[in-house]
């Protein structure tokens, strides 16, 4: 335990700034770590037995629901906390790559709840972390690259409903999908909904409620309902943009 805790502190120290000081944690608080990790190791150990892939270590939380496992891989150190819903049924499957993390109580849904509309899929580079709470209807491919940040409750939604002809109800008409790509190293701010068709440029910012519409450009940062530009974050994007 004393070991852990001084592991801990270090780890602590490493990412956290100057000013802030290591927390030492009490015994309880170091056994509570532990128990849960392990815990979420020994429940990773067992999902591994149905993924299509999994390479390293998998962390599972209490509550997980996995349907169709043997379409989703996964790298090392895949950790995917609690309550969240990840639905493996989709026509490319899901790919989490190494250290990939996916927040408590998230949804994962490329296809309709029975499985009759099949959707495409989802693919999360190294690195990237969704927050907790996300909604990712991969019903069109959407693609996250590397190190890529989404806060809590941000929504991707790859369809649109078809709604052209007054003369039929817009259920009858059907959808439209087009995937999402979220290129490497974005932060997208809480509660911000992405919807069909769009691409977000590498190294940029979706400010939190946004509502993106149209292509965002690298390095940019993006803001409001439709989302606009705010800034460039760097000369070199401004010339570019
Ligand atoms: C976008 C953000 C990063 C700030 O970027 P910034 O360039 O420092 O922005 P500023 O605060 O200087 O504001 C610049 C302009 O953008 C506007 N703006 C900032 N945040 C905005 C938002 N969420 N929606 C709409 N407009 C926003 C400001 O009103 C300001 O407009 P003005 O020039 O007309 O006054 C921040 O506001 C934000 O949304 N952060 C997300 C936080 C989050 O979700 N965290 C989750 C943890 S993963």
Known sequence: MRLFRALHARALARHTSKEALAVELSEGEAFGILARTGLALLRGLCWKLFLRRSHGALYVGRG?????????????????????????LARRGIVLGDGVTLGRLCAI???SYYGVDLGEGLCIGAGSAIGAGSWIGASGFVEIGRDVLLGPQVVIIPENH??????????????QRAGVTIEDDCWIGTRATI??????????IVAAGAVV????????IVGGVPARVLRMRTESARRSA
Do not use: Y
């Open 213 to 220: 519409r149209h292509d965002v450009p690298p390095g940019a």
């Open 162 to 175: 078809v709604f052209e002809d007054t003369s039929r109800t817009i259920k009858e008409q059907g959808v």
């Open 109 to 111: 849904r490329p296809s």
């Open 195 to 204: 919807l069909s068709g769009v691409r977000i440029g590498r190294g940029s």
């Open 64 to 88: 997980v629901r996995m349907t169709s496992p043997g379409r989703i891989v996964a790298g090392r150190n895949v950790k995917i906390e609690e309550g969240v819903e990840l639905q493996g």
